[in-house]
């Protein structure tokens, strides 16, 4: 799969984030080691501090499916600029695939790329 189909799948996805607090809606699209999608989208709650990322639900959702093993997750939002996983979506995912590509894609469709040990230098692993 393609960082540009991978990109399509989590804007498509992004439509059904619950966003009706900051009204800033993301899409993640997960793509497992066996070439299986996953998607996800924040979730947000009156409570601020029981919010979901959109990352982390795609990769729950994956665990949930039997699948551990990583290669690339692929993040939109409707920022100016792009929108980077935060701190806690970055170690959730080093729990899993530390050297994972994170393609993250602006509203003008421009492309970054970056390994997640770039994004996230001092991981905490066991």
Do not use: W
Request: proline share 4%; hydrophobic share 40%; with cysteine.
């Amino acid at each position: 799969m393609t960082d540009q189909e991978l990109v399509k799948i989590a804007r498509q996805v992004q439509q059904n984030a619950y966003v009706p607090y900051s009204h800033f809606p993301v899409g993640a699209a997960l793509l497992s080691a066996r070439q299986n999608v996953y998607t996800g989208v924040n979730v947000e709650n009156s409570s601020y501090g029981l919010t979901v990322c959109a990352e982390r639900n795609a990769v729950f959702k994956a665990i949930s499916e039997g699948e551990t093993e990583f290669e690339a997750i692929a993040v939109v939002g409707n920022a100016e600029g792009f929108t980077y996983p935060c701190g806690a979506c970055r170690q959730v995912l080093a729990e899993f695939a530390p050297q994972m590509r994170v393609i993250l894609c602006d509203t003008d469709n421009n492309i970054k790329v970056y390994n997640l040990s770039e994004l996230l230098p001092q991981m905490f692993l066991l």
